[in-house]
T-cell receptor, first 116, second 117 residues
C-alpha cells in the first residue's frame, strides 16, 4: 500500500501565483518523520524540510511554508509568489521510527511548472 | 557541504551485461542508499547499508546486488542487465539516527540515467 500519496501529478502556474502541493501519508506508528525534497531539472534531490510527528507547528522559510495536520494525515507545502526557479519535481516522504532502518517512503512526486 | 557523487550521469548497456554503478560520499555518513526513479512511481528503495560490509534489502531488490567495502563507497550491481532496469538511479547518504532517534535527512547524488538496450 502506498504510504505517501501526492495526488497532484502536475501543476502549472504563472509567475507570482501561489501554489500548494498536497501530501497525505499513512502510518500506524506514533513516531515518524516527514520530509519534502525538490528535484530541479539538474536531477539532484535537494532537502527542504524535516518534521517529526510531535511537532505540529507550521513552518515558514522565505516563500516556502508547510502545513502539518495529524488529524488529516497531511503535510502540505505552499510556495508563495512562485518564480520560474521553483519549477521542479517535489517529493514528499515518510520515515517511520518503528522500523529503525532509516528508510524513506516517497510519494510519486508533483511536477511544478512556473511560467514567466 | 555534503557531496555525493555518482560515477556516470548517463550509461547505455546491452541486455545481459554486468553493470556497476558507483557512489561516493565525502561526509563520513554511516548510511547509504540506492533508489531507482521511474515516472509516476517516485523513488523506490533498492538496497541500503548502515555500515561497512552491511546491506539490507529495500522494496525492490530483485535483479540487483550491492557492495560496501569502504564507508564512503556504495556500489550497485546489475548482474545481468535487462530492459526493465532502464531507469534513473539515485544514490543517497545520511548520518546515523540522531538524538532522540531523529531520522536524518538524506543527501542525494545527481543520478545515473541507465538505458539497457
Amino acid at each position: 500500500a502506498q504510504k505517501v500519496t501526492q495526488a497532484q501529478t502536475e501543476i502549472s502556474v504563472v509567475e507570482k501565483e501561489d501554489v500548494t502541493l498536497d501530501c497525505v501519508y499513512e502510518t500506524r506508528d506514533t513516531t515518524y518523520y516527514l520530509f519534502w525534497y525538490k528535484q530541479p531539472p539538474s536531477g539532484e534531490l535537494v532537502f527542504l524540510i524535516r518534521r517529526n510527528s510531535f511537532d505540529e507547528q507550521n513552518e515558514i522559510s522565505g516563500r516556502y511554508s508547510w502545513n502539518f495536520q495529524k488529524s488529516t494525515s497531511s503535510f502540505n507545502f505552499t510556495i508563495t509568489a512562485s518564480q520560474v526557479v521553483d519549477s521542479a519535481v517535489y517529493f514528499c516522504a515518510l520515515s517511520e521510527a518503528w522500523s529503525n532502518d532509516y528508510k524513506l517512503s516517497f510519494g510519486a512526486g508533483t511536477t511544478v511548472t512556473v511560467r514567466a | 557541504d555534503v557531496k555525493v557523487t555518482q560515477s556516470s550521469r548517463y550509461l547505455v548497456k546491452r541486455t545481459g551485461e554486468k553493470v556497476f554503478l558507483e557512489c561516493v560520499q565525502d561526509m563520513d555518513h554511516e548510511n547509504m542508499f540506492w533508489y531507482r526513479q521511474d515516472p509516476g512511481l517516485g523513488l523506490r528503495l533498492i538496497y541500503f547499508s548502515y555500515d561497512v560490509k552491511m546491506k539490507e534489502k529495500g522494496d525492490i531488490p530483485e535483479g540487483y546486488s550491492v557492495s560496501r567495502e569502504k564507508k564512503e563507497r556504495f556500489s550497485l550491481i546489475l548482474e545481468s542487465a535487462s530492459t526493465n532496469q532502464t531507469s534513473m538511479y539515485l544514490c543517497a547518504s545520511s548520518l546515523d539516527v540522531g538524538a532522540g532517534g531523529a531520522h536524518n535527512e538524506q543527501f542525494f547524488g545527481p543520478g545515473t540515467r541507465l538505458t539497457v538496450l
